[in-house]
């Protein structure tokens, strides 16, 4: 058993996160770093890698990169774009820990994405984050094609969150809310719990705050 913070050898994901953005997904990022002792790939690692993006963006129309190189250095992956393509790194990495965070309810998820991502992909990209902005519109229509529409987005969450519930052995499955906080991921991990606080962060208004969404228009920063 690795204690909280150890070195894990990097021979692929330890775990891997197939709830969908705005479910904690930053939170549980920070808290696989303090436990794996490695970085936790989630949407603010995409950002600094742009030659990331087309390998992204090609899985999510079909055709999958090889895996281990783009994540070489990374112990964990949530959040999307990963989030998006669950099933395919769960079966890449067999012996993960498959993680989905939720909410505490379905409008919850729901006021959380239509204040924060929902207002980002509305308004279209900033030139220099075109590829980005291609990758997340079709990640965002594999969910649904109706992702703007409340009731047709909260369905397509159920629904992804059902065929996660419905594919991944009981025994590799963790359903996960941020309230939860240390006690089943590290009983998932097989990890002494820390000393330290739950890390608890990105809420609504730190991500309006970041995407510039409460910005005066035409002074909007972009995602980083």
Known sequence: MHGPG???PAVGLKAVGAG?????????????EMLLGGTCYHMVE??????????????????????????EGFT???DWPAAALWKELSEAYPEALVILSVRSSD???WNSFSQTILPVMQRGPDPEMAAWY???????ERLTPHYADKDACIAAYEAHNEAV???????????WTPSDGWG?????????????????????????????????????????
């Open 6 to 8: 150890a070195t894990v």
């Open 20 to 32: 969908l953005g705005r479910t904690g997904s930053h939170s549980l990022k920070i808290a696989l």
């Open 46 to 71: 995409l950002f600094p890698r742009p030659e990331h993006v087309p390998l992204w963006h090609g899985a999510i129309l079909g055709s999958p990169p090889e895996w281990d190189p783009m994540f």
């Open 76 to 78: 964990a992956a949530v």
């Open 107 to 109: 409008e919850a998820w």
């Open 134 to 140: 291609a990758m997340a519109s079709d990640m965002l």
């Open 165 to 175: 519930r419905g594919a991944v052995p009981p025994e590799r499955f963790l359903e």
């Open 184 to 224: 089943p991921i590290c009983a998932g991990l097989g990890l002494a719990v820390p000393d330290e606080p739950f890390p608890h962060v990105n809420t609504t208004d730190e991500f309006r705050a970041m995407t510039g969404l409460d910005q005066p228009a035409g002074d909007a920063a972009t995602p980083s």
